[in-house]
C-alpha cells in the first residue's frame, strides 16, 4: 500500500505530471527560496526531493511579501509533442489579490528553463491544457471585486499561441464550478475517451474543502457536473451543501477520519493504464483543529465509471490512510539525509530561506564542515533575514545544531528557531548580553508579531561550541543546550498548534532551521557544524 501523505510537511497544491516512466509533482513555495519544489517518483509510492524550478531572483522578486504571498499552486506538465515541460506560475502580491502569470519550458525536468513568457493578470492558480491537435489553453480563476457579482469568479479560459508567445484574446468563463460549496480554483484540463474534463478545487483550502469535475465535448464547455461531485473530499454534505463563509471552516472537520482538506487534485495515467490522483490535505490536532504541519499531498487510486466519470477506485470520496500501489516496479530513491554536517561543497536541496536566496547569506566554502550564516534582519522582519530553513515533516522530532559564535554587541544572534512566519517563531539564540556583561542564551518567542525576549530564560555561556536542541513531542515543544553530552533545559514548554495556518492565519506551513542577526553593519557570521532533524515516527 502507498501510505499517505506521500509528501509529508509543507507540500500544497500538487500538480502531478508524467514523462516516459517517471512522475513529477510540483508544489507551492510561497514567500521561500528556492521557489517551486518539483518530486520525483517510479512508483507513485517512494519519492524525492529533485530540484527546483525558480533559484534565480532576477526571475522572482519575493523581497517585503508577507507569509502566503508568492508562488501560488504551480502547474507542470509534458507535452509530448513539443518534447517540453512546460510550468505555469504566478506570484501573488498584496493588496486585492494581484498576480501576474507566467510560463516556462525546458527539455530536461533538471533545465534550465526558458525565460518567462508573461501570460495574463486576470487570475490565479493557471494551468495550461495541451489538446490532441496541438492548440493550447491556458485557464485560470480569476478574481471577481465587482459588486452583485459571483465570488471569487468563474474559471476563465484563453487559448495560447506557443509560436506568438501569448494569449489569443482575452479569457473568457467556461465553469463556475461542480458544486455549492463556492471558492472555486485550481483548475485542470484533461482530455478522455472523446470528452474534455475540468478538475477544480473548491470549498475553499480549508475543513470544507473538495475536488470537483465537469465534463463538456467542447474545450470551451458547456460543462456538465458529475452528479457524484465531489469526487474527493474530507467531509460528505449529506445534501446540504452551503457556500463556505470565512470563520465556519471548523464545523466541516470529519472526526471519523485521519487526513483532513482534501481536495486540490490533479490526475496522471500510469504506463500500466492506472490512474492517480494527488489531492492535498492535512493532519491536525485534536480538539484545536490546527496544523502544524501546514497542507500536505497525498494520492488516491482512481477508475473511469461506465457512464465516463472519474472517482476514487474504492467508491468513496474520502480520503484514504493508505492507497492501492500503482503495480509499477518499486524502485526506492534518495531521502534526504537527517543529519547534515555541511562537508559538501555545495548546501543540500531541502534547504529554504523567506522572501531570498539561501546563498544569499549561507555559504558552506567558507569553512570545510560548516555552513556559515552572515547575520541580517531581525527575525521578524519582512524581508532580508538569515534564516535556514527544512519543512517539519512530524510533529515528532528532535532537531539539533553545533554552534561557534561570538558576539560583539546585543543586535548580533545566533542560533536554532521554530519558524512558521516572521510574526510566529521561537528562537534559542546566543547573543551577547548587556546585563551580565558577556555571552548568553535566551529564548525570543514572536507570537503573532507580539516579539519578547523570555528573560528568565537568560543563561550566561562561554565562547566555546555550543549544541542546541529542539524536540518537539507532540503538543509540546521545549529547548536544550549543552557544550558536551550533558544536556540543560532551557525555558518552558511552548505548545506546537500554535504553529499552523489555523492560528497563524495564513497557509503555509511550520519550518525548523538555524538563523543569524546582524542589526548594526550586516556582516557578522556564525558558523554551525551540524544540522539534524530526527523523525522519532519512523
Known amino acids: 500500500m502507498i501510505e499517505n501523505p506521500i509528501l509529508k510537511g509543507f507540500n500544497p497544491d500538487p500538480c502531478i505530471c508524467r514523462k516516459g516512466e517517471d512522475y513529477y509533482i510540483a508544489v507551492s513555495s510561497f514567500e521561500w527560496f528556492p521557489a517551486i519544489p518539483i518530486y520525483h517518483s517510479k512508483d507513485l509510492k517512494n519519492w524525492e526531493l529533485l530540484t527546483h524550478v525558480i533559484t534565480d531572483e532576477k526571475r522572482l522578486d519575493l523581497g517585503r511579501l508577507r507569509t502566503g504571498q508568492g508562488i501560488w499552486a504551480p502547474d507542470i506538465s509534458y507535452c509530448e509533442q513539443d518534447s517540453l515541460f512546460y510550468v505555469v506560475y504566478g506570484s501573488m502580491v498584496p493588496n486585492g489579490m494581484n498576480i501576474d502569470n507566467y510560463l516556462i519550458t525546458a527539455p530536461d525536468i533538471m533545465g534550465p528553463w526558458s525565460e518567462p513568457v508573461y501570460l495574463q493578470s486576470s487570475g490565479f492558480d493557471a494551468s495550461i491544457f495541451h489538446d490532441d491537435d496541438g492548440r493550447k489553453y491556458v485557464m485560470s480563476l480569476e478574481w471577481e471585486r465587482r459588486e452583485g457579482y459571483y465570488r471569487p469568479g468563474a474559471v476563465c479560459m484563453a487559448e495560447y499561441s506557443a509560436q506568438e508567445k501569448r494569449l489569443l484574446d482575452y479569457p473568457k468563463r467556461v465553469w463556475y464550478g461542480g458544486t455549492k460549496r463556492g471558492w472555486i ?31 463538456s465535448g467542447s474545450v470551451w464547455g458547456p460543462f456538465e457536473s458529475d452528479p457524484g461531485n465531489p469526487i474527493i473530499t474530507s467531509f460528505l454534505d449529506k445534501g446540504e451543501e452551503v457556500r463556505t463563509k470565512a470563520g465556519e471552516e ?14 486540490h487534485a490533479s490526475l496522471v495515467e500510469t504506463t500500466n493504464g492506472r490512474w492517480y490522483a494527488a489531492h492535498l490535505c492535512a493532519r491536525p490536532f485534536f480538539p484545536e483543529l490546527r496544523c502544524t504541519l501546514g497542507r500536505e499531498t497525498a494520492i488516491e487510486a482512481m477508475v473511469w465509471t461506465e457512464d465516463g466519470w472519474i472517482r ?20 526506492s530513491l534518495p531521502r534526504t539525509p537527517e543529519f547534515d554536517d555541511f562537508d559538501d561543497d555545495r548546501l543540500g536541496i531541502a534547504y529554504y530561506a523567506p522572501r531570498h536566496m539561501p546563498d544569499t547569506f549561507a555559504d558552506v566554502t567558507a569553512r570545510k564542515g560548516y555552513v556559515r550564516l552572515r547575520g541580517q534582519e531581525v527575525l521578524d522582519s519582512f524581508d532580508k533575514v538569515s534564516v535556514l530553513a527544512r519543512k517539519l515533516t512530524s510533529v515528532h ?37 548587556e546585563k551580565l556583561g558577556q555571552s548568553a542564551l535566551s529564548i525570543v518567542n514572536s507570537d503573532k508579531g507580539v516579539v519578547k525576549e523570555l528573560t528568565e530564560t537568560r543563561t550566561a555561556v562561554s565562547e566555546q561550541p555550543v549544541r542546541l536542541k529542539m524536540v518537539i513531542d507532540s503538543r509540546a515543544t521545549h529547548f536544550e543546550w549543552a557544550y558536551g553530552e550533558d544536556w540543560n533545559m532551557i525555558g518552558g514548554v511552548f505548545d506546537t498548534t500554535r ?27 556564525a558558523d554551525f557544524d551540524y544540522f539534524s532533524m530526527e523523525d522519532l515516527e519512523k
Open 185 to 215: 480554483e485550481g483548475p485542470h484540463m484533461y482530455r478522455h475517451a472523446g470528452k474534455y474534463y475540468l478538475l477544480c478545487a473548491e470549498g475553499g483550502t480549508g475543513y470544507h474543502h473538495c475536488a470537483a469535475v465537469g465534463r
Open 312 to 331: 476514487k477506485k474504492n467508491g468513496s470520496p474520502l480520503p484514504e490512510d493508505a492507497c492501492e500501489e500503482s503495480g509499477l516496479a518499486e524502485i
Open 499 to 525: 504553529f499552523s495556518d489555523e492560528y497563524a492565519g495564513e497557509f503555509t506551513g511550520t519550518m525548523a532551521g538555524i538563523a543569524c542577526t546582524d542589526g548594526v553593519f550586516r556582516r557578522k557570521y
Open 397 to 433: 522530532m528532535v532537531i539539533q545544531t553545533k554552534l561557534e559564535f561570538t558576539p560583539e554587541v546585543w543586535q548580533h544572534t545566533a542560533g536554532l528557531v521554530l519558524y512558521y512566519d516572521n510574526l510566529n517563531y521561537l528562537y534559542l539564540r546566543k547573543y551577547y548580553s
Open 250 to 263: 471548523y464545523k466541516f472537520y470529519n472526526p471519523g477520519i485521519r487526513i483532513q482538506k482534501a481536495g
